[in-house]
Every structure is written in C-alpha cells, then in structure tokens.
C-alpha cells in the first residue's frame, strides 16, 4: 500500500491470494515442494486460462490481455 488508508491498491493481488488459498491452498496437501509448486502453476493456469471473470466482461485474462483481434 501506498500510505495509510490506502487498501484499495492491492484490492485485485488480495482477491487473487484469498482465492487460491481458499480454493486450491486448503484443499490441498503436499508433502513436498516440488509437487506444491506444479499444484500451483495448475491452479494459475486454470485461473488464466479457464476461469471466466465478471470484471473482463466474462472473459479469460488470457482471452482478455492477449491480443487476438478481438475488440474489448
């Protein structure tokens, strides 16, 4: 954050780290690194790649930032 108050900078990162905690982290036990980290690369590309999201207009993030010719 930048200064006191000022909770709404990192609003969308806070929602994305409440996410994957609640809905992959928890759900979920490694007992080693390697297989906690290809469970987190699984789980951000399901967010990317798969998930539609309200604040895109229903879109993917990867549909949405990537440019296809598409309009916005």
């Not at 759900?27 to 790649?49: A, I, Q, T």
């Not at 998930?51 to 549909?63: A, G, M």
């Given at each position: 954050?930048?200064?006191?108050?000022?909770?709404?900078?990192?609003?969308?990162?806070?929602?994305?780290?409440?996410?994957?905690?609640?809905?992959?982290?928890?759900?979920?036990?490694?007992?080693?690194?390697?297989?906690?980290?290809?469970?987190?690369?699984?789980?951000?590309?399901?967010?990317?790649?798969?998930?539609?999201?309200?604040?895109?207009?229903?879109?993917?993030?990867?549909?949405?930032?990537?440019?296809t010719?598409?309009?916005?």
């Amino acid at each position: 954050m930048d200064g006191r108050g000022r909770a709404l900078d990192n609003i969308f990162v806070e929602r994305f780290w409440r996410t994957l905690k609640y809905e992959w982290l928890y759900l979920n036990d490694y007992e080693r690194v390697r297989d906690l980290r290809c469970g987190l690369r699984e789980s951000m590309d399901v967010c990317n790649d798969e998930r539609l999201h309200s604040s895109l207009n229903y879109r993917t993030p990867r549909e949405f930032f990537l440019p296809t010719g598409r309009d916005r």
